[in-house]
């Protein structure tokens, strides 16, 4: 009886063994994996501060001998950075803003309404996620250049109307609120709320966390869109932060530190809104039903 108790602890603590060894093998995977992919955020910020000198150097420095703030005031002055950081902002608070509102209205609608056809019209967008973008530019183009909106507002009024047509933010959405209980619509119904006052006091705050995902990416792709952005804007003065940054790289001489230096004012935005809204991210994206 005591040979087999002794065996017993020793197979528990084996197994307990094992699994430290286990977990201690995915941190220092997990922690090399993160110096893998910080690496080129930390090459950036090392080739923001350097000089002309060292970024050139071979071998390559991996520390500056001294912090070059000039790199920041230089390649400002080669761009209009007031103007293009006004055309990005402007471009890009509609678009987030038409991107929660119309993808939480047709979330809302295909998970809790009951219409005609609804399981063959969320097919249907769901399969708009198919088709590459490039498919659509020929006749979208088209459309807004006939529509007279050509330009600067081809990026604004479409964005904030229908925000691209994303249907990933729609299912993703959707899927929360097929979360939330349908005992919290029927008893707001009986205390005669409508179907938009269902959505605004009760379904939004409960999928808050997932608002914030999608608010979160529509943000980063905009902030970041250079395809759309070239096709459509034709003058400097309408260029956005990813023109500008664009075009000084593509400069004769480019000095790489420059560049380096407006790719970390361009990049910042996007690491900012990140930072604040992570804690929500990973809440959304783990959240599977509605908090007590």
């Known amino acids: 009886m005591a040979a087999s108790q002794t065996l017993h602890y020793a197979s528990i603590k084996k197994a307990k063994n094992k699994t430290k060894a286990i977990n201690a093998g995915l941190i220092l995977l997990s922690c090399l994996l993160g110096v893998v992919f910080a690496f080129p955020l930390y090459w950036l910020l090392r080739g923001a501060f350097v000089n002309h000198s060292e970024i050139l150097a071979r071998p390559p420095v991996f520390f500056p001998g001294q912090l070059n703030m000039d790199n920041f005031k230089l390649g400002l002055e080669r761009i209009q950075f007031l103007r293009q950081l006004w055309n990005s ?3 890009v608070v509609p678009y987030v803003i038409g991107t929660v509102l119309t993808t939480s209205f047709a979330g809302y609608a295909f998970a809790k309404l009951r ?14 996620m198919m088709l590459p973008s490039a498919v659509t530019l020929l006749p979208q183009y088209s459309m807004y250049t006939s529509m007279g909106l050509a330009g600067k507002p081809a990026l604004i009024i479409p964005a904030f109307f229908c925000a691209g047509g994303n249907a990933y933010f729609v299912f993703l959405l959707r899927q929360f609120f097929m ?24 379904m939004l705050p409960l ?3 997932a608002m914030i995902v999608v608010a979160l990416f529509s943000f980063i792709n905009c902030w970041n869109e250079f395809f759309y952005t070239m096709i459509y804007l034709k003058s400097e003065a309408d260029y956005t932060l990813p023109m500008g940054l664009y075009i000084v790289n593509g ?6 530190e420059q560049v380096m230096a407006l790719a970390l004012i361009v990049t910042a935005p996007c690491l900012v809104f990140f930072l604040i809204g992570n804690k929500y991210f990973v809440e959304g994206i783990t ?3 509605i908090k007590g």
């Not at 609804?118 to 249907?124: A, E, N, S, T």
């Open 287 to 289: 959240l599977t039903g």
């Open 115 to 128: 219409f005609p056809l609804r399981g063959m019209w969320f097919v249907l967008v769901i399969s708009t």
């Open 251 to 256: 400069m004769r001489i480019p000095n790489y």
């Open 89 to 91: 902002v402007s471009i």
């Open 207 to 209: 999928i808050r966390p």
């Open 179 to 202: 979360t939330i209980p349908v005992e919290l619509s029927e008893a707001a119904k009986i205390d005669g709320a409508g179907y938009f006052r269902i959505y605004s006091r009760i």
